[in-house]
Nanobody, 127 residues
Framework: QVQLLESGGGSVEAGGSLRLSCTAS????????MSWFRQAPGKEREGVAL????????YYSDSVKGRFTISQDNAKRTLYLQMNTLKPEDTAMYYC????????????????????WGQGTQVTVSS
């Protein structure tokens, strides 16, 4: 199983930007569904973005569409989440996750599908 390590979280004012990174411990052959989830205190884990490593297809939750961008750099084994126009409601612990194989929008709602998880990075947006 690949190990994932997130970085890039922090505190920012509303309207600001942050870029999260998720580095994999090793390169893996084949297709993977890479994702970013978040969880705020007292709330359920929420899928925010997905990326298929083979098709490069991306999917976003309605709450972040148009503001967040998921991307990958294969040479660096790194997944990114560029977050712009941040809002206080974006405050949460952000996790990257991966599962081998198929990647579809419905996976945003099924965190249990993902086999590998990072430890999380905190994002705090003040008003």
């Amino acid at each position: 199983q690949v190990q994932l390590l997130e970085s890039g979280g922090g505190s920012v004012e509303a309207g600001g930007s942050l870029r999260l990174s998720c580095t994999a411990s090793k390169s893996s052959a084949g297709s993977y569904c890479m994702s970013w989830f978040r969880q705020a205190p007292g709330k359920e884990r929420e899928g925010v973005a997905l990326l298929s490593t083979i098709t490069r297809s991306t999917y976003y939750s309605d709450s972040v569409k148009g503001r967040f961008t998921i991307s990958q750099d294969n040479a660096k084994r790194t997944l990114y989440l560029q977050m712009n126009t941040l809002k206080p409601e974006d405050t949460a612990m952000y996790y990257c996750a991966a599962v081998a194989g198929y990647c579809g929008r419905q996976y945003l709602d099924v965190s249990a599908i993902f086999q590998s998880w990072g430890q999380g990075t905190q994002v705090t947006v003040s008003s």
